[in-house]
């Protein structure tokens, strides 16, 4: 026991681990940068740069890292770049790693939902900001595990250096070994370092992955350094249920109470699911011929023209054309892959077409003046610019911020807004969809209604021209229907927002839309006034639809 505790102070095995720590930094360093430029090769849409990458990925996680660090010590000279035995080993471990921890990154990137994403394009995210707003926070909770993984694993094989006469641990403790005899001791002493190195690494891991939990409330100090922002969580947010709504419900009521007089009630029971005679709940738009009338007046907010897009072999949309007055309300009707999600998302510019032109207030989307197409970077900025919203089936909130953050981030970030009027106009619209209280909550912790509520006050935060609504209840349970739909019936109905829906909600098209367009194969079979093509359509097709989907011809409109 003596000669252990004379080992594990001996000056010459502690200056081991010091050049042990100069390499494994340097492996790590090096690869961490090698591994950043890999994993944006294989990224990329450049074919050449992923194959490149690939190809260097392959070859340096083939081959042992001995061979490498040999590699680098002996043969380098050859070519004119003589290096010390430590900086041999630091740029062979350096390239050893950098394949490894390209894929951890790569991992961590891919691994970021790709609903978030077009979230993010459809409120006018520039890709560098996507990067550092909203794949960049996500990614580095997932990377920061296997990362500490591979610094312990680039620590121990730091060892390998002795190869090349680098002194550190594991070779200063060989010597001594070789001197005395004392084998046992030595290499005992030896490991118990190694152990408190990696345990260093793994107690670091554990304060970033801390540090990181979107659960906890990180302090004042260490804020300021995450990739966005956090305020204090209520001290009761965690302990609400999922699906606990009795507040919400409140919230609802007491809102549809301060209108002026109109009576408003639950659109729970509208399920398309429902059969037998459709009864609209809540009372439609009022005076309908005056307002096609009115209508007919005002100019095209969007213009859709000879809109052709293929999925390979497969025509989604054919041909197609589409136009929406200002302060019009649409909704979409007919069978999946009719072509409805498509067209919504070109109109949004987040999808290529093949033929076409779509314009939105007067401007033709994706093109410059002169004709040429946009890049990413400039279709994002005409995405701001332009103000089309968009509501989507799965909600797409970004997963670490806060219901808050989630409509005020992407008011400072794209529009330029300062923080405090962001957060004032976040709160306006939580309240107005019954959610201000759930502010400062995360979406994992809200049910699915209230997260598509959410989804909504975010995509009305910068005041769109045009608001798209993309099946916005198929992904919630049937109980939570009704109250999203309450949110849009009052947007439809009070605001005069353009709005494009994507529905199969009959009752709530009838109630809300002024016209319907039944798609089907790509193309308009059918559209007209909402309440006359639903009650009397004219097309087989359009009849068949209504009558699967529950309708019937016979409307009881609620007093």
Avoid at 90 to 106: D, K, Q, S
Avoid at 339 to 358: F, M, P, V, Y
Wanted: with cysteine; proline share 5%; aromatic share 6%.
């Amino acid at each position: 026991m003596d000669l252990f505790l004379h080992y594990l102070s001996l000056p010459y095995l502690l200056r081991g681990i010091g050049f042990t720590i100069a390499v494994t930094a340097l492996g790590l360093a090096g690869g961490l940068l090698v591994g950043v430029v890999l994993a944006a090769m294989q990224l990329s849409k450049v074919g050449p740069l992923a194959v490149i990458a690939r190809g260097y990925t392959v070859i340096f996680r083939g081959t042992p890292l001995i061979l490498q660090l040999v590699f680098a010590y002996d043969a380098l000279p050859h070519i004119g770049l003589k290096l010390s035995a430590l900086g041999a080993a630091g740029l062979a471990l350096a390239a050893n790693e950098g394949p490894f921890i390209a894929e951890i990154l790569r991992a961590g990137v891919l691994g970021v939902d790709r609903g978030q994403l077009l979230a993010g394009q459809a409120l006018g995210m520039t890709p560098a900001v996507l990067l550092r707003r909203v794949i960049s926070p996500q990614a580095i909770r997932t990377i920061v595990p296997a990362l500490g993984n591979e610094s312990v694993s680039a620590l121990k094989n730091s060892s390998l250096a002795s190869v090349i006469a680098v002194d550190e641990l594991t070779l200063r403790s060989t010597q001594l070994a070789s001197s005395t005899f004392d084998f046992f001791s030595i290499f005992f002493a030896s490991g118990l370092m190694y152990l408190v190195l990696t345990g260093a690494i793994a107690m670091i891991q554990l304060m970033a992955e801390a540090a990181l939990d979107l659960d906890r409330t990180p302090s004042d100090r260490f804020a300021r350094f995450l990739p966005w922002r956090r305020a204090a969580r209520a001290e009761n947010d965690a302990g609400q249920s999922n699906h606990g709504r009795a507040g919400d419900e409140a919230a609802i009521a007491a809102v549809q109470s301060a209108e002026n007089g109109q009576t408003t009630t639950s659109t729970t029971d509208s399920q398309t699911s429902s059969r037998g005679p459709l009864r609209v709940v809540g009372a439609p738009r009022p005076d309908r011929a005056k307002r096609y009338a009115e209508l007919a007046q005002r100019p095209a907010a969007v213009r859709v023209m000879g809109l052709h897009k293929r999925y390979g072999k497969q025509t989604v949309l054919d041909r197609f054309d589409l136009t929406v007055q200002s302060g019009e309300v649409i909704a979409l009707l007919g069978p999946s892959g009719s072509g409805k999600s498509t067209l919504l998302r070109c109109i949004n510019h987040l999808e290529q077409w093949d033929a076409g032109q779509i314009h939105v207030g007067g401007r033709r989307l994706g093109y410059r003046e002169d004709g040429r197409p946009m890049n990413a970077r400039d279709i994002a900025n005409e995405r701001a610019s332009v103000g089309v919203g968009m509501v989507f089936q799965q909600f797409n909130l970004f997963s670490h911020l806060s219901a808050r953050e989630n409509i005020a981030g992407p008011l400072r970030w794209v529009h330029g807004m300062n923080a405090a009027a962001a957060d004032r106009r976040a709160y306006e619209l939580l309240d107005r969809v019954g959610l201000s209280h759930r502010a400062d909550a995360l979406p994992r912790h809200l049910s699915g209604g209230q997260q598509q509520r959410v989804a909504i006050a975010r995509a009305l935060a910068p005041n769109p021209r045009v608001l798209l609504l993309d099946e916005p209840t198929s992904a919630l349970d049937p109980e939570l229907v009704g109250e999203v739909l309450e949110v849009i019936r009052r947007l439809a109905l009070e605001d005069g927002l353009t709005m494009i829906i994507s529905t199969h909600q009959l009752r709530f098209a009838d109630q809300v839309a002024d016209r319907v367009v039944f798609m089907s194969g790509g193309n308009v079979v059918e559209e007209g006034p909402a309440h006359e093509l639903l009650t009397r359509p004219r097309h087989p097709l359009t009849t068949r639809f209504l009558n699967v989907m529950g309708a019937d011809t016979r409307f009881e409109v609620a007093p």
